[in-house]
């Protein structure tokens, strides 16, 4: 069933709290991962696991999986895209440090303004190209990266992952008329496969059983994913990829103060003043989208 509006106030939300998960979910993943559990083969078992909850969910809630046949290119290209970030970014970390793999990632903001003018036809203002960067510097701020002795492997790699992530935002904005139960089953079927392969290749697809190594943590990366990226598909539908790409720059703030509060990791002076950085460049993305949206027509969307 279609809601007969979309509202950029729960889109922005929407946005917030999944890149609030996905914050959470980066901490937990690296406590799974000091316990053994391979980011491949969690990559491989959450997408088995999202496909199981999403058919539950589709019984029960009868909702269709039917894809609306003028998406189905743009539904092949998020799920291309959405394997793409997953591995590609799991993956980086083996050849550069963590911190260093999210200051790389997290210029997919840039990459979402930069192109906006030519994928969705956005005015490039230099109020905009203010906002983005101040963002972009804040979350280098929060991460504080050591760039010495850098294997140029991982950083093709967190870029990969970047590039696939705005095409992600970009592709997920356009696809409304497939209801959101739908989406993330389809494209979690192009992601299985493709994410199972590139594991096999790596040889790092350990089995189910390796993931009880460390129960709880892998519990909440697969939880803190699976809620995150429908909420994620919620947002996409009803704000623009800019306005979406800024928002998810939350997501390493949370992670840093998630990482201070669970595994014990201090927040430096400079870490705090990026964190507010990014917070600020939010607000002011939120106040210049609701100025551009306003007197603007509501566009219809499927749930």
């Given at each position: ?9 729960s889109?922005?939300?929407f946005?917030l ?9 980066i ?12 980011g491949?083969?969690i990559v491989?078992y959450r997408?088995l696991?999202?496909l199981?909850?999403?058919?539950i969910?589709?019984?029960?809630m009868?909702?269709s999986l039917?894809?609306a046949?003028e998406?189905?290119g ?6 291309v895209?959405?394997?793409?970030v997953?591995?590609c970014?799991?993956?980086s ?10 200051v790389v990632?997290y210029t997919?903001?840039?990459?979402i ?9 956005t ?30 492997r ?5 870029l ?13 904005a356009r696809?409304?008329?497939t209801g ?10 192009l ?7 590139i ?10 059983s390796t993931?009880?190594a460390?129960?709880?943590a ?14 994620q ?5 009803r704000?623009t990829a ?8 939350t997501?390493?703030v ?20 990026g964190?507010?950085l990014?917070?600020s ?17 509501l ?5």
């Amino acid at each position: 069933m279609s809601h007969p509006t979309s509202s950029p106030a729960s889109g922005m939300l929407f946005a917030l709290v999944s890149a609030s998960f996905y914050g959470l979910n980066i901490v937990y993943a690296r406590m799974a991962a000091f316990a053994g559990a391979s980011g491949s083969a969690i990559v491989v078992y959450r997408v088995l696991l999202m496909l199981i909850l999403v058919g539950i969910a589709a019984v029960a809630m009868r909702k269709s999986l039917a894809m609306a046949r003028e998406e189905r290119g743009i539904m092949l290209l998020l799920g291309v895209a959405t394997a793409l970030v997953g591995v590609c970014y799991l993956s980086s970390v083996a050849f550069i440090p963590v911190t260093v793999a999210a200051v790389v990632f997290y210029t997919f903001p840039i990459f979402i303004v930069l192109a906006s003018p030519f994928v969705e036809g956005t005015k490039l203002t230099p109020t905009l190209l203010g906002v983005a960067a101040a963002a972009t510097i804040g979350v280098v701020m929060v991460v504080g990266p050591a760039f010495g002795g850098l294997d140029w492997r991982g950083l093709v790699l967190a870029l990969a992952a970047s590039i696939a992530t705005a095409t992600q935002f970009f592709a997920a904005a356009r696809c409304r008329k497939t209801g959101v139960v739908a989406k993330v089953f389809w494209i979690h079927v192009l992601v299985l496969p493709t994410a199972a392969l590139i594991g096999l290749a790596a040889g790092q697809l350990s089995p189910p059983s390796t993931l009880l190594a460390a129960p709880l943590a892998v519990g909440m990366t697969i939880g803190g994913y699976v809620f995150g990226f429908m909420l994620q598909f919620l947002a996409l539908g009803r704000i623009t990829a800019v306005a979406a790409g800024i928002i998810y720059c939350t997501e390493p703030v949370v992670a840093a103060v998630s990482s201070a509060l669970l595994l014990g990791e201090t927040l430096s002076p400079l870490q705090m003043a990026g964190g507010a950085l990014v917070l600020s460049a939010i607000v002011a993305n939120v106040l210049l989208e609701q100025r551009r949206l306003r007197g603007a027509p509501l566009v219809p969307i499927a749930d």
